[in-house]
């Protein structure tokens, strides 16, 4: 087995390993509102849940040459942002929301993707997406990199109001044959849900 020291190698070398074997990895397209009134959308897959109690999930976004991306700046001033889960139906126009076009260009149109109110926050959903999640910013964290130079934000956002698709809620429960979730892997590469197998945790 290959031993290999991270500080040994570059920032490219470790991220084709990171990516290469945390997977595979739920993508959350991510709506924010920057203060101008411009709604951006962008997929992440470092993406993830923290809590349950209170509901908190987590989206790492990599910053460009130290420089925070629209989302993170956005999300500060608004103090919050809508999660979408991608799955089969959406993942190509999540894809689409990922083009760099400037802060004052919201992606949806790019995309083909329908911009819906939210409920408790100011920052609007898409309405394609059978799964999203109104979040209020309760943290963000400026990481990796050096002091001055942070390589990413990490958002952590408070959940207030879930909207899933009636066809997917079984007594409380989200059917995910229905849902039909897209996961991120390497390069280019993306992954369905696939077999489905189950197993008793030990007592």
Do not use: W
């Not at 103090?79 to 089969?88: C, K, R, S, Y």
């Not at 004052?104 to 997406?129: C, F, M, R």
């Not at 990796?144 to 066809?167: K, M, S, W």
């Amino acid at each position: 087995m290959a031993v290999i020291d991270p500080s040994n190698q570059s920032e490219r070398d470790n991220y084709k390993l990171l990516i290469g074997s945390i997977l595979p990895r739920p993508i959350a397209l991510v709506t924010t509102l920057s203060e101008e009134g411009v709604v951006n959308a962008a997929p992440f897959s470092y993406f993830n849940i923290v809590c349950s109690n209170p509901p908190l999930v987590s989206v790492s976004v990599q910053r460009k040459n130290g420089v925070p991306k629209d989302t993170s700046r956005n999300a500060l001033s608004a103090g919050g942002f809508v999660v979408h889960i991608a799955d089969e139906s959406n993942v190509a126009a999540a894809n689409a929301a990922a083009a760099a076009l400037p802060a004052d260009v919201s992606e949806l149109g790019a995309a083909g993707l329908t911009q819906v109110p939210s409920v408790k926050i100011a920052v609007p959903g898409v309405a394609e997406a059978k799964v999203r999640m109104e979040c209020v910013l309760e943290h963000s964290f400026p990481l990796g990199g050096t002091g001055e130079t942070p390589q990413c934000d990490l958002l952590i956002g408070r959940v207030v109001c879930f909207h899933v698709a009636d066809e997917l809620l079984h007594n409380g429960r989200i059917d995910i044959e229905k849902l039909r979730p897209v996961s991120r892997l390497a390069g280019s590469n993306y992954s369905k849900l696939g077999e489905i197998f189950a197993m008793a945790r030990p007592d």
